[in-house]
């Protein structure tokens, strides 16, 4: 006859187990909104710094052509030549094509603009006018 050791089982029992996912939830539940608040905070500060570099953009556009592109000819131009652009320089942008808002919209423009000589905006997460925090409107004026 083999001779059989006995060998001390070690492991983890279920309550064990459902004490330690339920430590993980709570953190979970505190944690998570932190982290999404921090999200939306990061995604509003991204749509400022595009806006910045749009309207610089904007200024080295005018310095070629003479003049910044009407609403019509909107922020394509930074991409594209305009039918009538004299001394057109670009293209102005890096990409292939206008970045979208970190929201995955259109940015609007507007030339002349109702605060300045044209108005760069984004209408926030939810892509309508006003709101609050991450709804916010960002634009090239304030």
């Known amino acids: 006859m083999k001779h059989i050791k006995n060998f001390k089982q ?7 187990l459902l004490v330690v996912l339920g430590i993980i939830a709570m953190l979970a539940g505190i944690v998570g909104p932190q982290v999404m608040k921090h999200m939306g905070e990061s995604k509003t500060k991204a749509a400022k710094v595009q806006i910045e570099d749009l309207a610089a ?38 990409k292939s094509k206008v970045p979208l ?3 995955q919209n259109e940015y609007h423009f507007l030339s002349p603009g109702e605060h300045g000589k044209f108005d760069i905006f984004s209408y926030g997460a939810d892509d309508k006018e006003g ?3 991450e709804d916010k409107d960002i634009v090239s004026w304030e």
């Open 10 to 16: 070690t492991g983890f029992t279920l309550l064990e």
């Open 57 to 94: 953009t904007m200024d080295m556009y005018k310095l070629d052509a003479g003049s910044y592109p009407t609403t019509q000819q909107g922020l394509q131009s930074l991409i594209e030549a305009p039918d009538n652009a004299k001394h057109w320089n670009g293209p102005y942008l890096s």
């Open 101 to 103: 808002d970190p929201w």
């Open 131 to 133: 709101g609050e925090g």
